[in-house]
């Protein structure tokens, strides 16, 4: 088993990345520098931008992964929200999708893509409260990346559908973000229990690695969830 991860130096990316190895699972990781990352037998560095790459280069590096795990996000600067890539998730799946179909390989791959919780699974469909859709759309108007977020779920829902013969898949949707040290109690449901903006939870970053890693790891976690959106939030005592 091989996994592929992109932003796998970033926050989240990175504790993916030492999930996985932990479980004793190869990991190929697309880093701009070969440094961001430590080294371990079981990790394959290749640098490069993701958002470089076309779909046959794509293809190569996929070529031997049995699952591909998304952890892009745009970096919390002036430039990082409104400079270009706008679309860097939204196209980096693609490319990613694109390449697995170019492969044609025997067995689907597994795609997991972090997303949010402000984003909505539009197939159930989910109707957050009225502030939240208020202040989504408000979003939606000044910045780029949520757009972006929805519309890597929606390439997802609408074009991957459930029944790809190529990609199976799975978009995770953590709450507010934080950082924790070691993997805690977590609960995982179908759609979120709160309202994203005025009363939301937490999530720890490394639990949402430890997520991802049994997704790829427990078939009974993967089938329960593939072709969803589920939720994560910390357990609260």
Request: proline share 3%; aromatic share 6%.
């Amino acid at each position: 088993m091989k996994v592929l991860v992109v932003g796998a130096s970033g926050a989240t990316g990175r504790l993916v990345v030492s999930q996985l190895l932990s479980r004793d699972i190869k990991v190929k990781a697309i880093v701009r520098s070969l440094d961001a990352l430590d080294n371990h037998k079981n990790l394959e560095k290749v640098k490069a931008s993701v958002h470089d790459l076309n779909i046959e280069e794509m293809a190569v590096y996929i070529k031997d992964c049995n699952s591909v795990v998304s952890c892009l996000g745009h970096n919390l600067t002036f430039r990082g929200i409104f400079g270009k890539p706008r679309l860097l998730v939204t196209n980096t799946l693609e490319c990613i999708c694109e390449a697995i179909k170019l492969n044609k390989a025997g067995n689907t791959v597994k795609v997991i893509l972090m997303n949010t919780t402000g984003n909505s699974n539009r197939d159930i469909p989910e109707i957050p409260e009225l502030s939240q859709r208020i202040v989504i759309s408000m979003l939606r108007a000044v910045l780029p990346p949520h757009v972006d977020n929805e519309n890597a779920a929606d390439f997802l829902r609408t074009q991957i559908g459930k029944n790809n013969k190529f990609i199976e898949w799975v978009a995770v949707r953590p709450d507010a973000l934080i950082d924790e040290k070691k993997v805690t109690h977590y609960n995982v449901y179908a759609s979120p229990l709160r309202n994203a903006i005025f009363d939301s939870g937490t999530t720890s970053r490394i639990n949402v690695a430890n997520f991802m890693s049994e997704l790829i790891s427990n078939e009974r976690t993967w089938s329960q969830w593939k072709g969803h959106m589920p939720v994560l939030y910390n357990h609260e005592k």
